[in-house]
């Protein structure tokens, strides 16, 4: 069965920082590696989608690459500003099936 | 833009009372999820359906039931509340034929309290 781990759980930094995200997971058949992020109360919004045959996106400030040999994802996130404050969550798509299996997500803080 | 939407943003319910969350995607997904949220459990996945009619059991179907009469609508069913049943939930669409290259389109979600 698979399982998704996100470390750290928790993570503040100052403005400008540039910093990386990990994700893992135990089963490498999978179809895609999703990012997501979530602001408190709301739902999610996709931010990053890499498919299995893919090594990385890139979305603006936003990087995600992906290694199906180690099962890790990375979302990096260059010169943060304080907007990007919220919660970060992967998923991994499971091959043959629209299902996806959620980490717990990172809360992310950046302090101006 | 794909769109979501989820019948109310907070609901209170008492104890032992039927609960009817709503949910309706405008792009004509096959595709519909119904997930909870917790602090430290993470997303979960309650039910899903794959057509209308159609439905299948996820990680924690216990207390719950679903219904899917139209293509756009999928209604979670809490057929007697308990408090154990607090949680935030969250309603998800996606295509059959998006193959590898999309992702779910997500509701903004309903904060349910049962006292």
């Known amino acids: 069965k698979q399982e998704v781990t996100q470390i750290p759980a928790a993570l503040s930094v100052p403005e400008g920082e540039n910093l990386v995200l990990n994700c893992s997971f135990t089963?490498?058949?999978?179809?895609?590696l999703q990012w997501f992020r979530q602001d408190p109360g709301k739902g999610l919004t996709s931010l990053l989608l890499i498919q299995s045959s893919q090594r990385e996106q890139t979305s603006g400030r936003l990087n995600a690459s992906l290694d199906k040999s180690s099962g890790r994802s990375t979302l990096y996130i260059a010169a943060s500003q304080p907007g990007d404050s919220a919660t970060y969550l992967c998923a991994a798509s499971q091959g043959g099936s629209e299902k996806l299996v959620f980490g717990k997500g990172t809360k992310l803080t950046v302090n101006p | 833009d794909v769109k979501v939407t989820q019948s109310s943003r907070y609901l209170v319910k008492r104890t032992g009372e039927k609960v009817f969350l709503e949910c309706v995607q405008d792009m004509d997904h096959e595709n519909m999820f119904w997930y909870r949220q917790d602090p430290g459990l993470g997303l979960r996945l309650i039910y899903f359906?794959?057509?209308?009619?159609?439905?299948e059991k996820g990680d924690i179907p216990e207390g719950y039931s679903v219904s899917r009469e139209k293509k756009e609508r999928f209604s979670l069913i809490l057929e007697s509340a308990s408090t154990n049943q607090t949680s935030m939930y969250l309603c998800?669409?996606?295509?059959?034929?998006?193959?590898?290259?999309?992702?779910?389109?997500f509701g903004p979600g309903t904060r349910l309290t049962v006292l």
């Open positions: 998800a669409s996606i295509s059959s034929s998006s193959g590898i290259s999309d992702t779910q389109y």
């Open positions: 089963d490498s058949a999978i179809y895609n």
């Open positions: 359906s794959y057509d209308v009619k159609m439905k």
